[in-house]
Nanobody, 120 residues
């Protein structure tokens, strides 16, 4: 079983910054990719950014140049640096991790989410 936990959300004014952290733990053999997704009230969950074990990144167009995803492979941890925040960045931010357990089973795990609120 693999657990994923996010931290670092909060309330910030427009133009401000936040840093989100996400740690995966449990029976992990390897993690192929980790990513951040968000869900605004009344909207579907959407991709924010992903990063592979090799360091390849992918960003939603809406956050390119403002958000940066990074990863500490040895710690099974991923970070999301949010800068130049806008009110439309408000939502619950979820972390996802996918890989293989020590039992050679694939996993795709989500955290409970962390709230980010950007005031205008």
């Amino acid at each position: 079983q693999v657990q994923v936990v996010e931290s670092g959300g909060g309330l910030v004014q427009a133009g401000g910054s936040l840093r989100l952290s996400c740690a995966a733990s449990g029976s992990i053999l390897s993690i192929d990719a980790m990513g951040w997704y968000r869900q605004a009230p009344g909207k579907q969950r959407e991709l924010v950014a992903t990063i592979t074990s090799g360091g390849s990144t992918n960003y939603a167009d809406s956050v390119k140049g403002r958000f940066t995803i990074s990863r500490a492979n040895a710690k099974n941890t991923v970070y999301l640096q949010l800068t130049s925040l806008k009110p439309e960045d408000t939502g619950v931010y979820y972390c996802n991790a996918g890989g293989q357990t020590i039992f050679l089973l694939k996993f795709d795990s989500w955290g409970p989410g962390t709230q980010v609120t950007v005031s205008s």
